[in-house]
């Protein structure tokens, strides 16, 4: 399973975009990235997932190079309310796959007023 | 409403007490899964389940156990063996081959007195 290391905290203004960089250098042929957000004493929610160059959603942007061996979350504009971790995660999703996932430690954001 | 809940929110044990986590989703979906966290520590998997009456250890089942006699229910047992319960246990759903979009439940904290 290919691990993933992103920064454990990163500070933020409101109305600023952030970028939480995670880097999987073992990610494998079929894997996906998939990012979740977890708020305190919540269970994560799913915010988006790909596999190759970019994906928006109403929330926020996904942007995977070519080597996909990194990929890097933005949220446009952040509000007080997106203070929460975020989790990169790197899996196999095709039918029948394991589905073994390892959320790490994920990146804590602190929105600031 | 289609989700997936878990009961009770809030749990207290006694030392060498079993105790038993509820898990109940009607999204249909044929994956569960069950995660503990510790503060500040991202989550782990305990036992997942791909289908009904068949289910596989994650990386610390240790103490645990958990039967998948229905679809849509997947209950964890805590035994008196788990030597360390406290924590927040996070139950989660997904298709079949879609690991990665997991739905989650609010959570269960237990604690041990």
């Known amino acids: 399973l290919a691990k993933t290391t992103q920064p454990i905290s990163m500070d933020s203004y409101e109305g600023q975009e952030v970028n939480i960089t995670c880097s999987h250098n073992n990610i494998a042929t079929n894997d996906y990235i998939t990012w979740y957000q977890q708020f305190p004493s919540q269970g994560p929610r799913f915010i988006i997932q790909?596999?190759?160059t970019k994906v928006t959603n109403e929330v926020a942007s996904l942007f995977i190079p070519a080597d996909r061996k990194s990929s890097t979350l933005s949220l446009p504009r952040v509000s007080l309310s997106d203070t929460a971790v975020y989790y990169c995660l790197v899996g196999d999703i095709r039918r029948g796959a394991t589905n073994k996932l390892i959320f790490g430690t994920g990146t804590l954001l602190a929105v600031q007023p | 409403d289609g989700g997936i809940t878990q009961s009770p929110k809030y749990l207290f044990r006694k030392e060498g007490q079993n105790v038993t986590l509820s898990c109940e989703q009607n999204l249909n979906h044929d994956a569960m899964y069950w995660y503990r966290q510790d503060p500040g520590q991202g989550l782990r998997l305990i036992y997942y389940?791909?289908?009904?009456?068949?289910?596989q250890k994650g990386d610390i089942a240790e103490g645990y156990s958990v039967s998948r006699e229905k679809k849509e229910s997947f209950p964890l047992t805590v035994t008196s063996a788990q030597k360390n319960p406290t924590a927040f246990y996070l139950c989660?759903?997904?298709?079949?081959?879609?690991?990665?979009?997991?739905?989650f439940g609010p959570g269960t904290r237990l604690l041990v007195l």
């Open positions: 389940s791909q289908i009904v009456n068949d289910f």
């Open positions: 989660a759903s997904s298709l079949r081959g879609q690991g990665e979009t997991q739905y």
């Open positions: 790909g596999y190759k």
